[in-house]
């Protein structure tokens, strides 16, 4: 099994959106589309979290948040936990 991806260097750069960061993600080999529901909850639930979308046709999800609160790298792990809880029983 492929090793799942989270983002790709060239979409972390972060745009400013206000006072908040937003970031394009690849989710490419993970088992997050199949459940968008499931991590947008979960992401939007955390603070400094303002947005979250996942396009199950493109793989790829947007996150909008405050960098001053949480960071890009603290996000990618918390999608990875995620990738990994949404394993079928």
């Known amino acids: ?38 991590v947008e909850e979960r992401l939007l639930k955390t603070r400094g979290i303002v947005g979250a979308q996942i396009n199950v046709f493109s793989n790829r999800m947007i996150v909008e948040f405050d960098p001053t609160i949480i960071s ?3 996000i990618k792990v918390m999608i990875r936990a995620a990738d990994s809880s949404t394993v079928l029983k």
């Not at 972390?12 to 589309?33: E, F, N, W, Y």
């Open 1 to 38: 099994m492929a090793e799942a991806r989270i983002g790709r260097p060239e979409e972390d750069a972060q745009a400013p959106v206000g006072h908040h960061a937003r970031v394009v993600l690849d989710l490419s080999g993970t088992k997050l589309i199949d459940r968008p529901a499931f």
């Open 72 to 74: 890009l790298d603290r």
